[in-house]
């Protein structure tokens, strides 16, 4: 690893920072600017009540005093206690929705990219054949049709009508239908990426120099064609798979899933501060992260490419 590249990536880890401190000034303001507070939805809580609680969670200090505080912590990695699960910190909740949301996440991203991979080289080395078109129409399909509805479609045939899987995603067979689901979309997206992409590296003019020299078409497909053409994959596969880690709040809610993306949800509506940002700065790091992955990643398929 060259000197640029150090300081490409010393740049870039810069620069996540500086991205994750304004992800969570924002949030941290807008939260607090919203009318109400988080007690609120207290059954018949009187005024001092409601003060002590207050007191109790520090919400009762200048916001530019609760600001500074909340920072200082977040560098310790403590997002502070819940303010509705009452004895749970935040850091805890999360951990164990995580564990969830990454065997979603991680098995949906590896069967995305797999599948659209393939689908994709098959289309592109089959232009203008039936099996291109036919992948193209369902890819279309998916790609067309939002989460919520594919994940209703499923519930309704899977469990409802065949009584084949669970809805609840509480067990391993309860979480075929959330991973199916959260798969469809990025791997009819990377299946069209890599399907123009390959035809794009197919018609170079080293490409055709290969064919002229004899080189097999195995070889050239998969020791040029196909390297060449995950480029726009790889840009394309770390924020997606930040994004499903992180689970997606709708398919979540959807199949009962005890992952992240539903405990995001509860503590919107229960204005559980210290939750909505614990989680927010979560998804934010995920995702800087993988951009940045991703990044260094255009290096080890093409050597070409300069980072700067």
Same mark, same amino acid.
């Given at each position: 690893m060259n000197s640029k590249t150090l300081l490409y990536i010393l740049k870039r880890i810069l620069l996540a920072i500086l991205t994750i401190w304004i992800v969570i000034t924002i949030t941290f303001f807008v939260m607090h600017a919203i009318p109400g507070g988080p007690f609120l939805s207290e059954k018949a809580i009187t005024p001092s009540a409601q003060a002590a609680l207050e007191a109790k969670y520090g919400l009762d200090k200048p916001l530019a005093q609760q600001y500074f505080t909340y920072l200082k912590d977040v560098l310790r990695f403590d997002f502070g206690p819940s303010l509705k699960m009452r004895g749970q910190m935040v850091t805890d909740i999360i951990i164990d929705g995580l564990k969830t949301s990454a065997v979603l996440g991680l098995v949906g991203a590896v069967l995305a990219g797999v599948f659209g991979i393939v689908l994709g080289s098959v289309a592109a080395l089959r232009r203008n054949k039936l099996v291109d078109k036919i992948i193209m129409v369902v890819t279309t399909a998916f790609v067309s049709m939002p989460s919520f509805i594919m994940g209703s479609l499923l519930l309704v045939l899977f469990t409802v009508t065949w009584m084949i899987l669970p809805a609840n995603g509480t067990t391993w067979q309860g979480l075929i239908l959330p991973i199916i689901t959260l798969?469809?979309?990025?791997?009819?997206?990377?299946? $069209?990426?890599? $399907?123009?992409?390959?035809? !794009?590296?197919?018609?170079? !003019?080293? *490409? $055709?120099? %290969?064919?002229?020299?004899?080189?097999?078409?195995?070889? *050239?497909?998969?020791?040029? %064609?196909?390297?060449?053409?995950?480029?726009?994959?790889i840009t394309y596969f770390g924020p997606m798979l930040a994004y499903i880690v992180t689970g997606s709040l709708v398919v979540e809610k959807i199949f009962a899933v005890p992952g992240i993306g539903r405990a995001f949800i509860n503590s919107i509506t229960n204005r559980d501060y210290p939750m909505v940002m614990g989680t927010t700065i979560v998804l934010a790091v995920l995702i800087v992260v993988m951009n940045l992955v991703s990044d260094i990643l255009y290096k080890v398929v093409d050597p070409r490419i300069n980072l700067e």
């Open positions: 798969s469809l979309y990025p791997m009819a997206y990377i299946t $069209r990426l890599t $399907r123009s992409s390959m035809l !794009d590296v197919l018609g170079q !003019d080293y *490409i $055709r120099t %290969a064919k002229a020299k004899g080189v097999s078409p195995v070889k *050239i497909i998969f020791g040029h %064609a196909l390297k060449n053409s995950l480029i726009p994959v």
